[in-house]
């Protein structure tokens, strides 16, 4: 099966170039930042404060993740069988996905998941490890930069579309919290595989950044076909 690898931090481009190529591609679009959003979810819905290690890798006992596709090749996240797409896309439940995902016991909770999805089908998959722990023999392996100011600005239109009452000071500042807990934490830390190739998306637009992804992979892999 082929494995293409996007990581990157926060708001650099990873979901929309994903999702792009996965339709180039008739790859199947995993994105994993929705599976630590949900155990934020869970302890954040269940009162455990998710700075609390021992009562996190607790609560995972009741908890069951798993990831379902629609007709149109959509991600649906289901904790414990509900679909919680749209509940954990706030800057709190960002925060508590941060937190979590320092967990190691987290991580391994959620890496059979990962990995699986990559047994049955041709995957693009983006996150902050996929190609350093995830998938450390992905084919393809992008790092997605961008100026901390164009990924505020980009996060903070999503949440202000969904109605969150938020600054761009707020969202530079969050981002930059985030950023720092991912990249420093012991456990599968948010840098770059020494093998991957970087795109800084900070002037480009969605298109420019496809067409400069769809160089890379025609690079590494040459026979692959787009729609
Ligand atoms: O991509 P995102 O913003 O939805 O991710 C939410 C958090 O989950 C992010 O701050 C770090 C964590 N995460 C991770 O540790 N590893 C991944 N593969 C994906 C996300």
């Known amino acids: 099966m082929i494995k293409i690898a ?3 931090p926060s708001g650099s481009g990873k979901s929309t170039l994903a999702k792009a190529l996965s339709k180039k591609l008739g790859f199947v679009y995993v994105d994993t930042g929705a599976l630590y959003r949900t155990i934020g979810l869970y302890v954040t819905e269940n009162g455990i404060d998710y700075t609390d290690k021992k009562g996190v890798v607790a609560s995972l006992k009741n908890i069951s993740v798993d990831l379902m596709y629609d007709e149109n090749g959509v991600q649906h996240v289901m904790l414990n069988g509900n679909d919680v797409g749209d509940r954990i896309r706030t800057s709190e439940i960002a925060a508590a996905a941060s ?3 320092a967990i190691p016991k987290v991580r391994e909770f959620l890496l059979d998941t990962q990995r699986n999805m990559a ?3 041709n995957v693009i998959m983006d996150g902050r490890d996929i190609g350093t722990v995830i998938f450390p023999d992905a084919q393809v392996k992008i790092y997605l930069v961008a100026s901390n100011h164009a990924r505020a600005k980009r996060r903070y239109e999503e949440l202000k579309a969904k109605g ?3 600054t761009v000071e707020q969202v530079l500042s969050d981002l930059e919290t985030r950023d720092k807990n991912d990249s420093t934490r012991k456990t ?3 840098v770059p595989a020494v093998d991957a190739v970087f795109l800084d998306t900070s002037s480009n637009t969605p298109d420019d950044t496809l067409e400069a992804a769809m160089k890379i992979i025609n690079a590494k892999l040459p026979g692959l076909k787009f729609n």
């Open 6 to 8: 996007i990581d990157g």
């Open 99 to 101: 937190a979590v995902s």
């Open 119 to 121: 047994k049955k089908h």
């Open 164 to 166: 969150e009452d938020i």
């Open 188 to 190: 599968a830390p948010a």
